[in-house]
């Protein structure tokens, strides 16, 4: 399996643009997940899906910021407009069950930078 | 809340010296352990896991205990190499699927 995938690995843009980050799951997973990793904050938990669907959405920070699964293969996390504070490396991540025993996989990140 | 907090790095060794990195959690329940690597540039890695007390999880010279009476999950390797430097993060996922990472040690090992 190719493991997690994410595009793109960096992206570089100004204060106010739209910005997508993508993300294919492992195949046959169930559970995808987004975290935000910044120095001062560490490696936060945005948002999960089960099965396409939104399940826990409090750690979105704010409007600005949307996620979506279409299907089982795909998600988008968006930010709309871009602000410098967002710039973080943002991991996806995928996992067969919610079970406490069952591994997350971790895409590569998305180094973003808002100018 | 469940929480994990780790030693603060960073850590700088010598090769073959011994390394600890200290990981204590609290949590409700019973969760699993889990340390990830991550190395420059890179995503994380899934090092080693724990799913229940007493466990001991194990990888690539690495080992840590899952011991529920002091909540510790320490991670130790008996003679680190300069390609074992990276952050590593401790974690632990609930009941309800959520992982909950420590803050990450950086290790730097000088030949």
């Known amino acids: 399996d190719a493991g997690v995938i994410q595009s793109p690995r960096h992206e570089v843009t100004e204060m106010g643009q739209e910005v997508t980050l993508r993300c294919k799951p492992i195949s046959g997973h169930d559970y995808l997940f987004w975290y935000r990793q910044t120095m001062m904050r560490g490696l936060e938990l945005l948002i999960y899906f089960n099965n396409n669907v939104p399940i826990d959405d409090s750690g979105m920070p704010e409007d600005r910021f949307s996620a979506k699964m279409p299907n089982a293969s795909f998600s988008t996390l968006k930010i709309q407009p871009s602000e410098p504070r967002d710039s973080a490396v943002y991991f996806c991540?995928?996992?067969?069950?919610?079970?406490?025993?069952?591994?997350?996989?971790f895409g590569p990140g998305t180094r973003l930078t808002v100018l | 809340g469940d929480s994990v907090t780790q030693m603060e790095g960073p850590v700088t060794l010598s090769e073959e010296a011994f390394l600890t990195i200290n990981c204590t959690y609290t949590a409700t329940g019973y969760p699993s352990l889990f340390w990830y690597v991550q190395y420059p540039g890179e995503g994380l890695q899934l090092l080693l896991k724990a799913t229940k007390a007493d466990d001991k999880g194990s990888n690539k010279g690495f080992e840590a205990t899952y011991r529920k009476e002091t909540t510790s999950f320490h991670l130790e390797k008996g003679s680190v190499q300069v390609s074992d430097s990276a952050v590593y993060f401790c974690?632990?996922?609930?009941?309800?699927?959520?992982?909950?990472f420590g803050q990450g040690t950086e290790l730097s090992v000088k030949p």
């Open positions: 991540a995928s996992s067969f069950s919610r079970y406490s025993t069952d591994t997350q996989y």
């Open positions: 974690a632990l996922r609930d009941q309800g699927g959520k992982l909950i």
